[in-house]
């Protein structure tokens, strides 16, 4: 069986409630020699599951803003899916799930802010 589009995912019963914790890791593109480029892939964020009893990480693409959210701030992602990598091994295949959505919002926020500057204070030379 194979599942092209990935398993979509019921956020409420899978996640419950997400809690931001931190920026995992980012994912760089390669050049065509094979080097690390400068250019960002995609980021990996932590969120803390109620549902699950554990951290997980979702990955968003770098088209979408770094998210900067304070600590333990209730999110939730846009249009999750589960997937999967199979690695080959000696003995057969080792699976890895992983989850991808397309955004990743404040809990009851229609669009992530994504200009910092509007909670900065005033510059004082002006």
């Known amino acids: 069986m194979r599942l ?11 996640f419950g409630i997400l ?18 480029s400068t250019e960002v892939k ?34 939730e992602m846009v249009n999750p899916v589960a997937d999967t990598v199979a690695t080959a091994t000696f003995r057969g295949a080792d699976l890895d799930w992983y989850i991808k959505a397309d955004d990743l919002v404040l809990k009851g926020k229609a669009a992530p802010v994504s200009d910092k ?4 204070p005033p510059d004082k030379d002006k």
């Open 117 to 120: 500057s509007v909670n900065k």
């Open 42 to 75: 995609e980021r990996t964020y932590d969120l803390k599951s109620k549902e699950q009893g554990r951290m997980i990480q979702v990955s968003i693409p770098a088209s979408v803003p770094l998210k900067e959210f304070d600590y333990n701030a209730q999110v």
């Open 4 to 14: 092209a589009q990935g398993i979509i995912i019921d956020k409420e019963k899978t």
């Open 19 to 36: 809690k931001f914790s931190a920026l995992r890791r980012e994912v760089f593109l390669q050049n065509e020699d094979g080097t690390v």
